[in-house]
């Protein structure tokens, strides 16, 4: 069955530039996370959602973060004026539904700020 | 199996031994407890949960020990296999639905 894809795969962007990361969650997936993992550490909570809102904003590193989720499917995660401390991979998951249930990954973005 | 940075600690074994992984968790609310796996360029891949009413789960060649007391969290691996090498995260959840907090996690070397 279909898994959570994630596109691009990679991408390369001189620093001050704009980028957009989306996110198709698993059909049905009610729940929608995003994380950051820089090289060799573990995952960074950024955001989740919830449907289409996002009650728990708390992980954004700064307001150059900013992320949507449109028909309770697609995300999309953007990052304006970007740093060179951004480059890392970006990573999304999506659960059924917000209780304890596993959430399940994409490959991510790997982003680099050159 | 924490640890900061680049250098992640290391568990190395012989193909067909067992392996055992070890966590310490952050918070003592956390009820929901899950261990990932992680290849390279991969997006981690859930291996098995534990709830916080349970001491033990089991799967197939996986089982996970919860120990509340201590706050720590065992993943172990029957019969190791090179397919098995990977880096193993454990992740905690409070009240589920919001955030998984991951640990540091561990390299898994198999040696044929």
């Known amino acids: 069955g279909a898994g959570v894809s994630q596109s691009p795969s990679n991408k390369v962007t001189e620093k001050g530039k704009d980028v957009e990361l989306r996110c198709d969650p698993i059909?049905?997936?009610?729940?929608l996370y995003w994380y950051r993992q820089s090289l060799g550490q573990g995952l960074e909570f950024l955001i989740y959602?919830?449907?289409?809102?996002?009650?728990?904003k708390s992980g954004l590193p700064s307001d150059r973060f900013s992320a949507e989720r449109t028909g309770g499917s697609v995300s999309t995660l953007t990052i304006q004026r970007t740093q060179q401390e951004d480059s890392a991979v970006y990573l999304c998951a999506s659960s059924p539904f917000p209780t304890d249930q596993p959430q399940h990954f994409g490959d991510g973005t790997r982003l680099s700020i050159l | 199996g924490e640890s900061v940075g680049l250098h992640l600690p290391t568990l190395s074994v012989q193909e067909g031994d067992n392996s055992i992984i070890n966590c310490a968790y952050s918070n003592s609310a956390s009820d929901y407890f899950i261990w990932y796996k992680q290849e390279s360029g991969k997006g981690p891949q859930f291996i098995i949960d534990?709830?916080?009413?349970?001491d033990k789960r089991q799967g197939q060649r996986v089982t996970v020990l919860l120990n509340k007391t201590v706050k720590h969290l065992s993943l172990q691996i029957a019969a190791t296999q090179p397919g098995d090498s990977a880096v193993y995260f454990c992740a905690e959840n409070i009240n589920a639905g919001n955030m998984l907090t991951f640990g540091g996690g561990t390299r898994l070397m198999v040696k044929p």
């Open positions: 059909s049905g997936h009610t729940a």
């Open positions: 959602f919830q449907g289409n809102s996002a009650p728990d």
């Open positions: 534990i709830r916080s009413n349970m």
